[in-house]
């Protein structure tokens, strides 16, 4: 089973755990609105666009809107299930970031949390993902921000200017950070202002 198939399951199961009115990381939405959105992403084609484009994002909230209506079990067994037979040979690829962040975002949707200790493969598989897209999730700062894991391993995600900032710590609480979650687990060198210049980034994907 692949990491991003483990990272469903382990998804939904917390999902169940938390209940459809538990918060999430993603703004305002519960676990309910953050299931009902996987969906859609999944299994509505006409309707996904809306999650980039602007134009089509009015016909999304109408799909999702309905799909949130369901039942809470039927939710969950339709995330559970994952995407159509003609998107599962690219499921790792299209789903491996997918979980994992919105795991930790129903995880993480209260106080109380603590980080998983994750196997050194599943690190290496998100460090991959963090190479990658690390220099779009930072391209907006005005300083040069570096990204550092405990074993040595360090990659420069934007370079700009002479002040710098460095977040260090594995490479799943770096993605989070990557992909605009401040509830993470960092080490963070560099002026104050700058570090909370980081922390504020439109740091979207």
């Not at 934007?158 to 977040?167: F, I, K, N, W």
């Given at each position: 089973m692949s990491m991003a198939q483990r990272e469903r399951q382990a998804l939904v199961r917390t999902m169940a755990e938390k209940g459809p009115d538990a918060p999430t990381l993603c703004g305002e939405w519960t676990v309910r609105d953050l299931a009902a959105h996987l969906i859609v992403r999944e299994r509505r084609p006409d309707a996904a666009p809306g999650i980039m484009l602007k134009p089509f994002a009015p016909y999304l909230e109408r799909v999702q809107e309905k799909v949130v209506q369901r039942p809470f079990p039927q939710l969950l067994d339709e995330v559970r299930t994952g995407p159509p037979f003609y998107l599962r040979p690219v499921d790792s690829l299209m789903n491996l970031t997918e979980m994992f962040v919105h795991h930790e975002d129903v995880r993480r949707g209260a106080p109380g949390w603590e980080p998983r200790l994750l196997s050194a493969a599943d690190e290496d598989a998100l460090w991959k993902v963090l190479t990658r897209l690390g220099r779009m999730a930072y391209r907006k700062a005005t300083l040069t921000v570096a990204l550092a894991t405990p074993d040595g391993r360090r990659v420069v995600a934007?370079?700009?200017?002479?002040?710098?900032?460095?977040?260090a710590g594995p490479p799943s609480?770096?993605?989070l950070h990557a992909f605009g979650r401040n509830e993470v687990r960092l080490e963070v060198t560099g002026a104050p202002d700058d570090v909370a210049a980081v922390h504020a980034l439109d740091r979207s994907v």
């Open positions: 934007h370079q700009a200017g002479d002040r710098s900032v460095v977040l609480e770096l993605l």
